[in-house]
């Protein structure tokens, strides 16, 4: 399983019953949170998260809206006796101000929390499954979108033409990632022969709060299996998106279609907006493949 | 009007769709907001509280959730181009971690932002209406109540007497104030003969998270209209809330009922209970008049 989950699919202003930014990602038996507004633990309450299974939390930018709920997070986990250690990816700004916050209410966590500053090319995870890098977008304030790329998934073995040649099963998981069988007379069947390339790795990239930017975010959003772009505004306010550094649906459509990606993901809905169909119809205009993000819903990452 | 309306009325941990601390005080036209836990803006949006009208927040302490929705609320004031001051009074630790907050988002608020660091004997607020002062509890850190204590009310004119004793209309808001009556003639006309005193001043004492300490509190709160107190346990857990510096549902009874007031109201429940109502009858077996602080309910203070 690989799929995001929204929490909060609204701007600064919390309005409607839409919530700040947060979204989490499901890969296999990991969560990550990505962005942390106001509200998100009573989210994930409401939409039955296991947030023990979060041990990554990546802050994009350090407005409000995409980080106040942070500290009521990371205090619910130390009341809920968590021993899992946690790790922050964020501006370097925030960790004095968490620091600050556990001080004044003399908090002692009883979980590590290990903090890590984003700097340009920053690898932030990488293990056997899963590389996350940030990249910078341009916002009002220092700002990072966050792309996870699955690594190459193994191949699959064709059991008729493995067993043919000859091969033993216990080989299988060294054909599985990509070896050659060398017999035992000496003579070599090439891992092709006997597997069929597995399914295509996966990626998601989060583009958090963003300035339409096409060129930039373009090129590191390439190919990839699903996006989430801001779409702060519809198209006839995109002279107040740009003053604002933000986009508006159609921009955000344009991006997905050029960079060739499966599906497009928008959120980050101006408050004064109540209705977001505008929105899809926008989006869909340009690029069919578009879903909005709707709190409580979960959307798969690639096949 | 003299009232309050729950806007959170759970411990640190939001369960049972129970939110942490907030409250809002309505006197007259003027609103105050006592404490400000994660949400209290959306719970502002649910319950139509008119926000604008806000010129006073009061924090005990500074436990997360107690403070945690007011990086948020101030944010969102700015947002809606509030222009109005407003006042802030709290632990003096709380400055610099909404200054801090400010400068990361590079935020400058487009109304005035007073903030006053509480005090023993601080007197809050002070106007023609109404006193406010701050006491202290004890609590794991630093931690203050709240007394909202109405001015003197004028005192009422009994018309057919004032008449027959010749007093002309345009002294009436004088004898309302107290003032006795000089006739041209010399001779004088007592106040207390044509009036009699006006509906009693009220007062209404929020007394924060506090291990139990009836004398302490039971000075503050002797004869209140309407306390609220806190009961973050039932009776059998006396042991824990002691440890925890949190009081019981029977403790906050005790003291409302040898203080004397007429009103209690107990919240501040602890997530390992989804049903409240032990709450209400543990207290109301001690103290009759008591009311479970219910989100969205709004509870007069005096008459």
Chains 1, 2 share one sequence.
Not at 113 to 124: K, T
Not at 166 to 188: C, M, N, T, V
Request: with cysteine; glycine share 6%.
């Amino acid at each position: 399983m690989f799929a995001v989950t929204v929490l909060g699919n609204n701007s600064a202003l919390p309005m409607h019953d839409r919530h700040p930014t947060a979204q989490v990602l499901t890969y296999k038996e990991q969560l990550f949170l990505i962005d942390c507004g106001e509200g998100t633990q009573m989210q994930m309450n409401a939409f039955k998260i296991r947030r023990s299974r979060i041990g990554h939390i990546f802050i994009s930018h350090l407005h409000g809206d995409h980080y106040f709920g942070l500290f009521g997070l990371l205090n619910s986990y130390g009341l809920n006796g968590r021993r899992d250690p946690l790790h922050i990816h964020a501006p370097a700004a925030l960790e004095p101000l968490l620091k600050l916050s556990f001080d004044v209410a003399d908090v002692n966590l009883p979980y590590a929390l290990h903090f890590h500053a984003i700097r340009q090319g920053s690898v932030l995870l990488d293990d056997e499954n899963l590389m996350v890098t940030a990249f910078p977008v341009t916002h009002r304030i220092e700002c990072w979108g966050f792309l996870f790329r699955e690594k190459p998934r193994p191949r699959k073995v064709i059991p008729e033409k493995a067993r043919e040649a000859g091969i033993p099963q216990a080989f299988y998981p060294q054909l599985k990632a990509g070896s050659d069988y060398r017999h035992k007379e000496g003579h070599i069947t090439l891992n092709e022969e006997v597997t069929e390339p597995g399914p295509a790795a996966r990626s998601y990239a989060y583009c958090a709060d963003t300035l339409y930017e096409p060129q930039k975010i373009g090129e590191v959003v390439k190919n990839c299996s699903m996006i989430y772009h801001e779409a702060t505004y519809l198209e006839d306010q995109q002279e107040k998106a740009a003053a604002r550094y933000h986009s508006t649906a159609a921009q955000a459509a344009r991006i997905a279609a050029d960079a060739g990606v499966n599906k497009l993901l928008i959120g980050h809905f101006s408050s004064r907006y109540t209705d977001l169909q505008p929105f899809l119809e926008e989006s869909r205009s340009i690029f069919s493949a578009t879903d909005l993000a709707i709190e409580g819903t979960t959307y798969l990452v690639g096949k």
